[in-house]
């Protein structure tokens, strides 16, 4: 009790402290107001306006005091709770009110909502892909006729009391986009494929057939006539054709973030939904190059029951056959109970096609490939052509297929064998399913007549194949037949060493366009929606909320068509990875329209002053990337000293938070106010055309913003001389060329003997000559850590098979990347941020440290622009060393969703090593943890104890043989973002922690992960002297107050109108609840928010918008669940992902 009056007291102190300084702040409010007439207006209608805004400026200041009051108030509350449960750390809970408060206050989680890290990795599956990598010899022994498997043996009598079941399943795949682009496939090949099937399928009901890629059915639908439609519709119904996954693509499962896996996955289903009224309930993944837990977790999210997979490592399929584990449950390493399993069934063979799917021997199975009959284009590699089935050879030739179904059925533990008939864009021509159907129609008559065969033979779908399967399972065993399996399935390898993981880097350029893509989408969902409300409130018919939906409908297609297992995995040929650059950009364009113009009717302080136009808007995007395959540049911002200019900063994230906003400007004289007139503190840093000279026209100034979540917030720049900015100073290492402009002060250190250092209130650092990292100090405890960055290359074997788009064939370690020259180094010192720019031949690297009391200045930022165009065959790294001793154990996560821990393989070749990292990887022991986060997917791995290296961009001038026919040498100047992070853990029990198979960040990785991949944005109101002046909230946050810090609103997507074209009035809230481990020194240092256990009240998440409704629906919007019903609370357990529909006004 004595404690928590303590509390209290500390909380009525602070509270004192934050009137005190909202008085000071008014205070200063009235003095820096600007003086003297206002240019726009008569003068007492300016007068009335200034103090029109004060009255807004107080009820502000009254608002966030009441709110400051009611948090401090809670914190008390929380304190003295948590006292009584027993003693804990720091004080604090979420300040929403004030930056100061926030960042100086260590907040920390609800200590019930550390517990689950803690007790995650308890779980023990039956089977620990981790675990299975200790287990298996990796010797590649010949298998026979089954190379990478076994000879399969079996008793004539087995199926005596239980015969074979086959199912016998035809399909076609098709890449959107790989070889051609997906307009010329689809006109060359795929629309044939869907007219033959309605066509052939009609002809008997007994033939099936499956179709998963949703972007080329839609395509087809709108060219078809309604007969063929209704044609359609009847196969689906009488189960002739079954849609499986239903996804806009069949993604790859390495390099997509889970926010892309989902939008193109609820874009197919809504298509379905609308189109075609069927539901989707087997996933089919046959193509995508390993295959990640994330995909199963959707899957079983959207309400799916089966899924299969195929490139799995050829050792793991034959040791899965060895143990007749094909067939598993999946589990998410995570799950602490049993709520992720989903069925899956992993073919056991090569490949996909029909040589490799009837059973164990792809010489006989080809025979059975009717498509390669003589006489045709296409033969058997192995020999032995394919024969008519006739009655004079069906007996023999029906023996020798039923051979291969019952050697494959002895992998697995039921009498149901599944056998894909199809291979790559197959079916489009009506002979082959003539020849298909005709000759496996013959031999499935044989087959069934007679009863000593013991078998049942027939076309099937998927979903045929899994009911009958779990028909089978449930006779069987009263407890379930199949094993629980927990892990993933990378780094594919198909044969020998050829290991794939070349496409986790392969085009870097279009990885991270990828990303800044999906951040965009995000932004224009969320804000088109609002404003799509505030349209319909304020009846604004000026706000163009149709085109707009279209718009917003292609720019979703587009980011899901580029999730296809060929496109951002960066394996397609040259002209379409710029089809698919093209479609990024065209729609990166116009989704910048709708967020310009969403914003500025969310912003308007009068909604009925609102405007717009189809091709231009009044809030413009500071960036802009002129074409598919160059760098994003800043706008420069025409600055006057009569007029302000208005810049409308969005902060994307749920949580409030202070960053540093930079934007362009044409004068060093730069002033930055807010909406009110208080002055910012700002950095005003030369731009640099290259290397040698600074812009004599674009400056860039840089302040720090403090944002609401969700929020869109006003602030003014004017040229000024009496400016409160304050000059970048510039000191340059082994540069004599420097020419200057006379503004800035540029100091050439010939000689120095310091070592070149920057510090902020965490962090200090300490550079080499050629301004590569070598030390870092915590100020935390003022203990110093080398870690070094320093820059390698790869090189290609000289073996036969070299490193291409899909694989990587190193010839060795990494050498150490050598300039031939000593690189030039620009240290930039300033108040707002510092930094050290190196200019190595291929890479500009540049390390940033921010000088801000928040998030941001816990962490060091790295850019490295590259440029690799001038080399052959080599591949460049980023190698991070420490002291840290992780041993050979790293983490990399998975879509951005998950943390899987890794272990680097001696057994194993070097390209086995390297995974696939979407937005972090970390190493770490007792003490510490240094975590690379990323902005773009690419391959890293740990070579050694204390190392994280990252893949930066690969130049290969060959094929690797994986059907491409080109190398990848189309490299453009790349960037890539990164954070390094270094964290001090706490009680660390390391034993546990080698043996468990899950790991989490900390909320503040997950935290800084946000920074890089949902950065502020900031755009800038058009001034011409013909626009018409607007009047600007100062600020608008759409939300009411920050979200717990492990909630991430993942999207606020329209939902389609299910009648007319257009949107309906809802939209899929989609929520994610992240895992996270607390065991770190200061856990909650700089983050203003606090956990609640995953509970969150909805009436009370957006400010102004109200809700109607709230109904949980599946994952893709498919199903609603039978009890659903309108909510007002909703709970979330950790790492769920989530949707509801909400319906706001
Ligand atoms: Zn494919």
Redesign the pocket.
């Known amino acids: 009790m004595k404690l928590s009056r303590q509390f209290t007291v500390f909380g009525s102190a602070i509270f004192c402290v934050v009137i005190f300084s909202l008085y000071l702040m008014l205070d200063r409010g009235h003095l820096d107001y600007p003086r003297g007439p206002r240019q726009e207006g008569s003068f007492p209608q300016g007068q009335l306006s200034i103090l029109q805004e004060k009255i807004d400026h107080l009820e502000r200041l009254l608002a966030e005091n009441n709110e400051i009051i009611s948090n401090i108030r809670d914190s008390v509350i929380n304190l003295s709770e948590s006292v009584e449960d027993g003693p804990k750390g720091a004080p604090g809970n979420a300040s929403h009110g004030s930056a100061h408060l926030s960042s100086h206050l260590a907040l920390q989680a609800d200590p019930k909502d550390c517990l689950f890290a803690s007790r995650s990795g308890s779980q023990h599956p039956d089977v620990q892909m981790l675990d299975v990598y200790d287990l298996i010899p990796f010797d590649n022994p010949d298998g026979g006729v089954w190379k990478q498997g076994f000879d399969i043996k079996y008793e004539a009598d087995e199926w005596d009391s239980e015969p074979l079941q086959v199912f016998v399943v035809p399909h076609s ?1 098709n ?1 959107p986009g ?1 070889l051609k682009t997906f307009n010329d496939y689809f006109r060359d090949k795929t629309q044939y494929i869907f007219n033959n099937m309605v066509l052939k399928l009609k002809e008997d009901s007994r033939r099936k057939f499956m179709w998963s890629e949703i972007s080329y059915l839609a395509k087809w639908w709108d060219m078809i006539d309604i007969p063929k439609k209704e044609a359609v519709k009847s196969l689906l119904q009488g189960g002739q054709l079954e849609i499986v996954t239903g996804g806009w693509v ?1 993604p790859d499962e390495a390099t997509p973030h889970y926010f892309a896996l989902i939008d193109q996955l609820i874009e197919g289903h809504q298509w379905l939904e609308k189109n075609l009224g069927v539901k989707p309930r087997s996933g089919w993944s ?3 190059f390993g295959h990640s837990p994330t995909m199963a977790y959707l899957l079983k999210r959207a309400g799916f029951s089966h899924m299969l997979i195929q490139r799995v490592h050829y050792a793991v399929k034959k040791h899965f056959s060895l143990q007749k584990t094909l067939e598993f449950f999946w589990r998410q390493n995570w799950d602490l109970g049993s709520v992720t399993d989903i069925m899956c069934h992993m073919m056991p063979f090569y490949s996909y096609d029909i040589p490799h799917t009837c059973g164990p021997d792809p010489k006989i199975c080809c025979q059975f490939d009717f498509k390669r009959l003589p006489g045709g284009r296409y033969g058997c590699p192995w020999g032995v052509p394919p024969e008519a089935i006739s009655p004079g050879n069906v007996q023999s030739r029906a023996q020798m297929l039923l051979d291969q179904y019952r050697k494959k059925s002895k992998l697995f533990r039921t009498k149901v064998v599944l056998a894909p008939l199809g291979d ?1 864009f197959r079916f489009n021509e009506y002979t082959e399913w003539d020849l298909q159907y005709r000759n496996y129609e013959q031999l499935f008559n044989y087959m069934n007549s007679q009863p000593h065969l013991k078998v049942k033979i027939q076309f099937g779908t998927l979903s045929d194949y899994f009911d009958a399967l779990e028909k089978a399972a449930a006779k069987k065993s009263g407890q379930s037949l199949f094993p629980i399996l927990s892990g993933d399935f990378f780094t594919y390898a198909d044969r020998d060493d050829h290991y794939w993981s070349g496409y986790f880097t392969s085009r870097p350029f279009y990885k991270r366009m990828d990303r800044i893509m999906e951040s965009r989408l995000r932004t224009a969902e969320i804000l088109y929606h609002l404003a799509l409300k505030q349209a319909q409130k304020y009846q604004i018919n000026k706000f163009l909320s149709s085109p707009h939906y279209t718009t917003l409908t292609e720019a979703r297609r587009n980011l899901g068509l580029f999730q ?3 496109a951002i995995t960066g394996t397609s040929k040259d002209w379409v990875v710029v089809d698919y650059g093209t479609r990024l950009l065209q729609s990166l364009n116009s989704l910048d329209k709708i967020i310009g113009d969403s914003a500025f009717l969310l912003i308007l302080k009068d909604k009925k002053m609102y405007q717009s136009h189809p091709s231009d808007t009044f809030l413009k995007m500071d960036m802009r990337q002129s074409s598919q395959d160059s760098l994003p540049r800043k706008n420069t911002i025409q600055l006057s000293a009569r007029e302000p200019r208005y810049l409308v900063v969005y902060n994307p994230f749920e949580q409030e938070r202070d960053s540093v906003v930079s934007v362009c400007v044409n004068s060093a004289s730069v002033k930055v106010l807010t909406d009110s007139g208080n002055p910012v503190e700002a950095q005003v840093s030369a731009v640099w055309n290259d290397e040698k000279s600074i812009s004599q026209t674009a400056y860039e100034v840089s302040f720090l913003a403090h944002i609401p979540p969700l929020g869109l917030k006003v602030y003014k720049l004017l040229e000024s001389q009496s400016s409160s900015s304050h000059l970048a100073d510039y000191f340059l290492y082994n540069n004599d060329g420097v020419v200057e402009n006379g503004i800035f002060h540029v100091k050439k250190m010939v000689y120095a003997k310091e070592a070149i250092a920057v510090e902020n209130s965490f962090l200090a650092l300490w550079f080499d000559r050629s301004g590569l990292l070598e030390k870092v100090k915590m100020k935390e405890d003022n203990k110093y850590h080398e870690i070094k960055v320093q820059f390698l290359w790869y090189g290609t074997t000289n073996k036969r098979d070299r490193s291409g788009a899909y694989l990587f064939l190193p010839d060795g370690q990494g050498q150490p990347y050598v300039s031939l020259r000593q690189p030039s180094v620009r240290v930039t010192r300033g108040r707002i941020y510092s930094e050290i720019t190196s200019f190595f031949d291929h890479v500009t690297h540049k390390v940033r440290l921010y000088n801000t009391q928040g998030i941001e200045g816990q962490s060091m930022e790295v850019s490295n622009i590259v440029d690799i165009r001038s080399v052959h065959n080599y591949e460049i790294v980023m190698r991070i060393s420490s002291k840290i001793n992780s041993q050979n154990r790293f983490y990399t996560d998975l879509n951005g969703y998950q943390i899987q821990p890794r272990r680097m393989m001696s057994k194993l070749p070097l390209q086995a090593n390297v995974y696939p990292m979407s937005t972090m990887a970390y190493i770490q022991d007792t003490e510490h943890r240094l975590s690379l986060l990323a902005a773009q997917s690419l391959g890293v791995s740990s070579m050694a104890s204390g190392q994280i290296e990252v893949f930066m961009d690969r130049r290969l001038m060959q094929d690797d043989n994986r059907g491409l026919g080109q190398g990848v040498h189309d490299n453009k100047v790349t960037a890539n973002l990164f954070r390094i992070l270094l964290e001090k853990r706490n009680g660390v029990n390391l034993e546990e922690e080698k043996k468990s198979s899950v790991n989490y960040p900390s909320l503040l990785s997950h935290m800084t992960s946000s920074f890089l991949n949902h950065p502020f944005l900031p755009m800038i109101l058009k001034a011409e002297p013909s626009s018409p002046t607007f009047k600007m909230l100062s600020e608008f946050p759409l939300l009411q107050s920050s979200l717990p810090c492990d909630i991430h609103l993942v999207n606020l997507r329209t939902i389609q109108s299910k009648v007319a074209k257009g949107y309906s009035d809802e939209a899929a809230l989609i929520l994610h609840r992240k895992g996270f481990d607390c065991q770190f020194s200061s856990p909650g240092l700089g983050l203003s928010c606090s956990t609640t256990q995953g509970k969150m009240s909805v009436p009370k998440v957006f400010n102004q918008f109200a809700v109607e409704s709230l109904i949980p629906s599946s994952l893709s919007l498919m199903h609603t669940p039978p009890e659903a019903r309108n909510m007002t609370e909703i709970k979330l357990s950790p790492m769920e992902i989530s949707t509801f529909r909400i319906r706001l006004r």
Do not use: E, R, S
């Open positions: 795949h890449d790989w069949m046959i193509d995508p790559d296809h297992h060929d």
